[in-house]
């Protein structure tokens, strides 16, 4: 069973930075496209980060220079957050087509609050 989890998600002040990790697990030999969505409280969820299989890189535009998507080995995606905002507070998920399939995580909630 291919699954994704996340972590690194939490509280954080203004100003401040996280690193959300996430890690397929299961039984796999291919992993494409990751990127990173957020959802906020009564909104829908968006597209934050994306990585092309060729290492090109989309961001959302009111993450562009905080945020940095990025891929170690055959198996972690993270994304770097920095100066982190009140309005980047949300669930993060990350997703993948991994043996031909998407997968989602279930999410890790990151808050920014003072």
């Known amino acids: 069973q291919v699954q994704l989890v996340e972590s690194g998600g939490g509280l954080v002040q203004p100003g401040g930075s996280l690193r959300l990790s996430c890690g397929a697990s299961?039984?796999?030999?291919?992993?494409?496209?990751p990127a990173w969505y957020r959802q906020a409280p009564g909104k829908e969820r968006t597209l934050v980060a994306q990585?092309?299989?060729?290492?090109?890189k989309n961001y959302e535009e009111s993450v562009k220079g905080r945020f940095t998507i990025s891929k170690s080995g055959r198996n972690m995606v993270y994304l770097e957050m920095n100066n982190l905002k009140p309005e980047d507070t949300a669930v993060y998920y990350c997703?993948?087509?991994?043996?031909?399939?998407?997968?989602w995580g279930q999410g890790t909630q990151v808050t920014v609050s003072s």
């Open positions: 997703k993948a087509m991994i043996n031909a399939q998407i997968y």
């Open positions: 990585m092309s299989d060729s290492g090109s």
């Open positions: 299961g039984t796999w030999f291919s992993m494409s496209g």
